[in-house]
């Protein structure tokens, strides 16, 4: 996962300095020293390191810090807000022009993943109510047309291409003509790219830019390149001009070097960020809630901007009613399970709560939520509905059924039943939920099993 080296280091800084009631230049020294050899690991262009420390120290050796009443708390606070800072401060958007269709065109190298990303760009654009239409603009690459109509087919969004013409402005200009024909509010530009930055490459983005004069220029990067990410970055920025940078494949083993040199570098913002290999898997870039994950203080308004977006509304208001009706069974059980996917993997989403990355060897392995569907898929009504019934020649059925083993059976019986008697608590008590998240501790958390 993304910054996963620089985050553990930087959230065992700052645990040793929060604590502290007391902190000397010594201590900060210490702190500033290990902050700056964990960027440096993480791929940080060297200059930006040495004036974030130089920004930390500053700010952090004023007398309002050392005298507060919580110095190490103020410290930390200083080098959140200076990380914030380093990813862009703030939030930024695309600039959609009062006169329809926004062009929005990605630039980058072969390989950064251009064409995946301007299926998932389209699938968030059409999710905030726009009706995008997808270009196929690289005529080199074999299957390069071919890859975005499969994109596009898949999400049922339209995809223009002209397989005869070689003239990438001519058919942007088409395109533009469709999408005026057909309401198109957002035109996305797939272009084509090379395996390095040559000069045939950048006359043709310049020619495609002076021509069509498109909204957004946004160029899609490989955030596993490292520094050579902010390297492109600056090449196209110089030379073709961008608006901002879209960093792909941040849930690989990436550092974080490239995400946390490029706005500085280049002077332009991350806008988005590919999470993973779905077409629904990119989020638009939050500087503060990045700094706050990289940090260990969680990122609750992703969590609940997610859950907004997957949830079915309808689906989860009737399962709250049937739960207060009766008690928790499979079938319920098996709808929270696949309402809770649809966010993403588990292991992420609790990356994303305060504190949970604090606990060492937390790990939710998300191939066991698909042995328990496949574990209740394989269930009688009856048996889902009382799991009393489920003696041993049933579970035997059951784990034939289900492709896994008796031993499977009763270890997620055992997890249900227990989740099934917390159940009955919280309706029982007021307050359950509060006492119930009072006494787990971080071992029960460590060793939770599913």
Known sequence: MAFEGLSTRLQEITRKIRGKARITESDLKEMLREVKLSLLEADVNYKIVKEFINTIQEKA??????????PGQQVVKVVKDELVELLGGTESKINFTP????????????????????????????????????????????????????VGKQLNIPVFSNENSKDVVHIA??????????????????????????????????????NVKPHEILLVV?????????NVAKQFNETVGIDGVVLTKLDGDTRGGAALSVKKITGKP??????????????????????????GMGDILSVIEKAEESFDLEQAEQLEKQMKKKELDLDDYLAQIRQV????????????????????????????????????????????????LLNAS??????????????????FIKSFEMTQKMMKKIKSNKGGMKK???????????????
């Open 270 to 295: 991350i806008k988005f960020v590919a999470t993973g290999e779905k077409l629904s898997d990119i989020e638009i870039f939050h500087p503060e809630r990045m700094a706050q994950r990289i940090l």
């Open 61 to 70: 050796l004023g007398q309002d810090v050392l005298k507060s009443l919580t």
């Open 173 to 210: 200009k088409q395109a533009m003509s469709t999408a005026m024909s057909k309401l198109n509010d957002v035109v996305i530009l797939d272009t084509a790219g090379r395996l390095h930055i040559d000069e045939e490459l950048m006359e043709e983005l310049q020619k495609l830019k002076s």
């Open 99 to 150: 006169n329809p269709p926004t062009v929005i065109m990605l630039v980058g190298l072969q390989g950064s993943g251009k064409t995946t990303t301007s299926g998932k760009l389209a699938n968030l654009l059409r999710k905030q109510g726009k009706k995008p239409l997808l270009v196929a603009c690289d005529v080199y690459r074999p299957a390069a047309i071919k890859q975005l109509q499969v």
């Open 436 to 450: 119930l998240m009072n006494n787990i501790d971080e071992n029960a958390l460590r060793n939770m099993k599913f």
């Open 341 to 388: 996917k649809k966010m993403g993997s588990f292991s992420s989403l609790l990356k994303m709560i305060p504190g949970m990355n604090q606990i060492k060897d937390l790990k939710v392995d998300d191939k066991e939520f698909e042995k328990i569907e496949a574990i209740i898929c394989s269930m009688t009504k009856d048996e889902k509905r009382d799991t009393r």
């Open 394 to 411: 049933r579970r035997q059925r059951i784990a034939k059924g289900s492709g896994t083993t008796v031993q499977d059976i009763n270890k």
């Open 222 to 230: 490989d955030s596993m390149t490292g520094q050579d990410a902010v």
